[in-house]
């Protein structure tokens, strides 16, 4: 290799900071926790408490169930990212090229699970399996713009144990930990001129995965068996990934780090109101603490790149209809704010953004019942910039997205 340390450092950096910006958007953090709240785009999540996935939002809800309940479900993800006025430019070869797509989209599969066990009329104890956080995308190598793009798949487990206490007849208290498992491949392609000069197809792979430690705590105030109200905090941890780390720096090497991926805390408050017997509405507000995530670091390389996140909300209102003892309908409105502010990505488009939420409840007997909801989800069109030593890639991005989810629930 005949390139200079310096100029084959700005190509690292310049790939880590994509990578960053894959993990870290908005986008990341996943509302799969069950089909019965993506039916109603999770408006009263906190205070509802119509199945065992309750857990997932306030762990203080199980105070309302007086038998063991279990809930099964899956959720997929599949996204629709487009770029349009697209234009990369090649620095080295002082040449353009069309950079537009509508092919940068995929679809992730996330299961849940949920299990409470009442142990008389004060307390209880659950377990749960879900996951918050997650995202995949992949540019397809004849995009002029690769280098920008490559590929990267995020997953993560969330598996908690928690407990409720009625303290009285309107107040119930819970907490829960929760054991957080990250794993990430990332692959960040060389520009093909670099490629070609200096035998290199890749300026950065990593295989990384880890654990991280958190906890939860909620408070259900029912005011009548129709009104209630619901708050829940999760503290979540920073994800210490260890693995292999392929990168074209001074040398081409491969070795072990320990990259430290912050998660930010979340907090929401729900208010659940059945007006008749037939009918309900319910709202819910969450705060996510994406400004947490300032830089992203390794233990061995140090900070790779700083950010400036802001904190983001949600905002969302549903309605159900209790058509009668076999029929649930439900449908629910969601605005969710963007996290980032200053930068953007081409590889993961952030925007505010809009739910579109519905959802079925069908009960084949009083023990029982499986839950259908969908979201069709609508982002911004946000116009990105980027660059590096070699190029740059400018262009408007949108991202929508259509979330399906099925579940099954039982009591015993």
């Known amino acids: 290799m005949n390139a200079s340390f310096p100029f084959k450092r700005t190509l690292l950096a310049s790939a880590l900071a994509f990578s960053a910006l894959n993990i870290h958007a908005a986008g990341f953090q996943l509302n799969a926790q069950s089909a019965t709240g993506l039916g109603r785009a999770y408006a009263g999540d906190a205070a509802i408490g119509d199945n065992a996935s309750v857990i997932a939002r306030n762990p203080a809800a199980m105070s309302l169930f007086d038998r063991p309940a279990l809930s099964l479900g899956v959720e997929t993800i599949t996204t629709d990212i487009e770029v349009k006025d697209g234009t990369y430019t090649n620095n080295l070869t002082a040449s353009s090229a069309d950079a537009n797509s509508d092919s940068i989209g995929d679809t992730s599969v996330v299961p849940n699970l949920y299990y409470i066990h009442p142990v008389n009329d004060k307390f209880a104890w659950g377990i749960n399996a879900y996951s918050n956080y997650g995202t995949k995308t992949k540019f397809e190598e004849e995009y002029a713009g690769y280098e920008y793009g490559g590929k990267t798949d995020v997953v993560s487990a969330n598996f908690g144990i928690v407990g409720s206490y009625k303290a009285t007849e309107q107040l119930s208290l819970g907490a829960g930990v929760d054991a957080v498992y990250g794993k990430g491949t990332f692959v960040r392609p060389a520009n093909p001129v670099v490629s070609g000069l200096y035998g290199v197809d890749n300026l950065l792979e990593i295989e ?160 029982s019942s499986i839950d259908f909801g969908a979201t069709y989800l609508l982002g911004q069109d946000v116009d990105v910039a980027e660059s590096n030593a070699v190029s740059s890639i400018t262009g408007t991005t949108h991202a929508d997205a259509l979330l399906l989810g099925l579940q099954y629930s039982r009591s015993f």
């Open 208 to 367: 990384a995965d880890g654990w991280g430690f958190g906890y939860n705590l909620g408070l259900l105030f029912e005011v009548d068996d129709n009104n209630r109200f619901g708050f829940d905090y999760h503290f979540s941890p920073d994800i210490e990934a260890d693995g292999e780390v392929y990168r074209f720096g001074a040398t081409a090497t491969k070795q072990s780090d320990t990259v430290i991926m912050p998660l930010p805390d979340i907090a929401e408050f729900s208010g659940f109101h059945r007006l008749a017997p037939e009918y309900a509405v319910h709202y819910s507000i969450q705060f996510i603490r994406w400004s947490e995530f300032k830089t992203l670091e390794a233990q061995n390389a140090g900070t790779i790149n700083t950010y400036n996140w802001q904190d983001a909300w949600h905002y969302s209102i549903g309605g159900t209809y209790y058509m009668n003892d076999a029929w649930e309908l439900r449908a629910g409105y969601m605005y969710d704010t963007s996290a980032q502010d200053q930068k953007r990505s081409i590889s993961v488009p952030d925007s505010d953004r809009q739910w579109l939420s519905a959802g079925v409840t069908y009960k084949p007997d009083e023990m």
